[in-house]
């Protein structure tokens, strides 16, 4: 079964500066736009920046597997390949991580690379792999 692309968007403080990061430093490249706000294909999925003048994220952070997570956040969930040369080419780029990339769940049903970092705008975005894919859709309960 082919999933269908989700659909995100979310606010920018400037679209050019939007498009530089999401194509120049993600790969994303870009799809239909105006003045106000511009489409990316972000990793197979549909997200669009849209122009909120003055906008600057403000996340609040909440505790997973001892790192504070920024929320919100979206991203997306790539192979453990695809995972690590994302995290070289972010460092490479002078990208600086909210949480740097690290494996999470050791040992446990949710065991992932996660990274996080956040755009210009202050947005919070995470990329994970999970080191056993079809785990990304179980169902189990996390105790610490």
Request: aromatic content about 14%.
């Amino acid at each position: 079964m082919s999933i269908p692309p989700f659909h995100l968007a979310f606010p920018v403080r400037d679209v050019q500066e939007a498009r530089e990061f999401y194509c120049g430093v993600l790969g994303c490249t870009e799809g239909r736009s105006a003045a106000t706000w511009v489409d990316f294909n972000f990793f197979g999925h549909q997200v669009v920046a849209h122009l909120v003048k003055g906008y600057s994220a403000a996340a609040s952070h909440n505790q997973v597997d001892g790192d504070p997570v920024p929320v919100p956040h979206f991203g997306a969930a790539l192979t453990v390949d695809h995972f690590h040369q994302l995290a070289e080419q972010l460092k490479a780029k002078g990208i600086k991580f909210v949480i740097e990339p690290h494996l999470r769940f050791q040992g446990k049903p949710g065991e992932q690379w996660t990274m996080f970092f956040q755009d210009p705008s202050g947005n919070a975005l995470e990329f994970k792999a999970m080191t056993n894919p079809d785990n990304l859709f179980a169902k189990y309960v996390v105790t610490d």
